[in-house]
């Protein structure tokens, strides 16, 4: 049903499916029913992070039971909904690390569930700097190039969406968006109702308004209102975890465009994925709207907004993505610490001429001497 588009009939049959599966397995999770209602459907009415802890609990469940393909389904689909919440990176490369040695001790090798979350492990990698280059999925958890063949001869389609998705990322955040955009072409039909999948429309969004800056091609600003739109949709229906994604799109859709006021967007954007502890997308909207603030002229705000960025993205683990920010705008950080080195060498000087107009007072009061 939530494929077909009736996402409101397919989360409440998914809920009945949950509760009907507690009332026959009352100390035992039944994983595969929480694998697809939370890999598929509850996001679509409940945050992200409300499905990581079932998942992980049927996962933990489903290998206690001796079922290995019920527990990594739900490994997988934990992976994938942990990474769209928000989770910390290191975090997310140990659990990771600790579910690919599973699925090799129970010899899953070139499985489906191993090949799905192989690409999320290296992604992840690469945005802690674990990599040579943070733009090529190449390190611990694979080769693209190796991997990519392997996929192919296994005619794994979903395996090879999971590979551009993860390098559409990576070509946003680090700054090419031709390259991001390529990828996020052969994403364009997509057909699922997963987690992943909003957070790749999002992606998407984005992608095709960076298009417009470097293009001026009208097209790309029509794509991605588009997509605004459809995000802007989702969320009337009830995905609650659209708000500051649809927000954010709107701001940068605002600034190409000359609207009125896309920093109170941006300060909207950051304010909802804060909230919702979308530490990435909470960084990524102060970066956002420092470039909107230095585009204007606006520079001591540019460098409000990009050090918060910068700090968040340092929280969030991607030390890879802290290097672009320091090396890309270090003229930024530059000037902030010259602001702020001069204000302090005002205020010794005002704190100076302060004592020095008492002393002068002091010595010319009647009988100072």
Known sequence: LAET???????????????????????????????????????????????????????????????????????????????????????????????????????????????????????????????KDPMKLVGEAMDEQTFTEECRRMKAVKVLQQVDFANMQLAYYFGDAHRAYRYSQRLKDVDSTSAWVVIMTFFAGLVEIEMYRVTSHIKHMKEGRKIQKRLQKWHSAGAVNCDHMMTLLQAELEAISGGKDPLKLYKRAISLAAEGGFLYNHALANEKAAIFCLEG?????????????????????????????????????????????????????????????????????????
């Open 5 to 131: 588009g009736n996402l409101d009939d397919g989360f409440r049959l998914g809920a009945s499916a949950l509760r009907i599966s507690e009332t026959f397995h009352p100390t035992n999770a039944d994983s595969q029913a929480i694998a697809i209602v939370h890999r598929y459907l509850n996001h679509w009415k409940r945050p992200f992070r409300q499905s990581t802890t079932p998942l992980f609990h049927g996962y933990q469940c489903a290998l206690d039971e001796g079922d290995a393909v019920a527990a990594f389904e739900c490994a997988g689909a934990y992976c994938e909904v942990s990474a769209a919440s928000g989770t910390s990176l290191n975090t997310l490369q140990n659990e990771l690390r600790l579910i690919c040695d599973q699925m090799v001790h129970f010899k899953f090798h070139g499985s489906v569930e191993l090949l799905m979350v192989t690409p999320i492990f290296q992604l992840v990698l690469n945005l802690l700097g674990e990599s």
């Open 297 to 369: 002229g606006d520079t001591p705000s540019a460098c409000e907004y990009m050090t918060e960025a910068k700090t968040l993205y340092t929280r969030w683990g991607a030390l890879a993505k802290v290097d672009q920010i320091k090396e890309k705008y270090q003229f930024l950080f530059y000037d902030m610490m010259t602001s702020a080195s001069s204000k302090k060498r005002a205020d010794r000087r005002k704190k100076a001429e302060g004592r020095l107009s008492f002393g002068k007072k002091f010595l010319t009061q009647p009988g100072a001497a």
